[in-house]
């Protein structure tokens, strides 16, 4: 069955980096753009960035433009969101999916908090 597993959260503090994984299962991933998610306390899930099935990534907020970088390991069927110059605002739980979205389905998330 189609499965995301999220990792590579945590507590960072402010200007710090951090790199999410998402590994994926279940589907022909070389065939799926992927999408990473960020949902806050209370809000619906926003969409942070796509990355094509040739690697061809888009960051979709001009807030994360410059800071964000999407990646994918085809081999693995691994997606990557590299956040660095990390700011309180970016504290949510981070998922990722495929597109289109298979909504039977989400992970539990990665949680990531930017706090001092």
């Known amino acids: 069955q189609v499965q995301f597993v999220e990792s590579g959260g945590g507590l960072v503090q402010p200007g710090g980096s951090i790199t999410l994984s998402c590994a994926a299962s279940?589907?022909?991933?070389?065939?799926?753009?992927m999408v990473w998610y960020r949902q806050e306390i209370g809000k619906g899930r926003d969409m942070v960035a796509i990355?094509?099935?040739?690697?061809?990534?888009?960051i979709l907020r001009e807030r994360w433009q410059g800071r964000v970088t999407i990646s994918r390991d085809v081999a693995k069927k691994m997606v990557y969101l590299q956040m660095n110059n990390l700011e309180p605002e970016d504290t949510a739980v981070y998922y990722c999916n495929r597109r289109p979205r298979y909504d039977e389905t989400w992970g539990q998330g990665t949680q990531v908090t930017v706090a001092s």
């Open positions: 279940g589907f022909s991933f070389n065939q799926f753009a």
């Open positions: 990355i094509g099935t040739q690697g061809d990534g888009k």
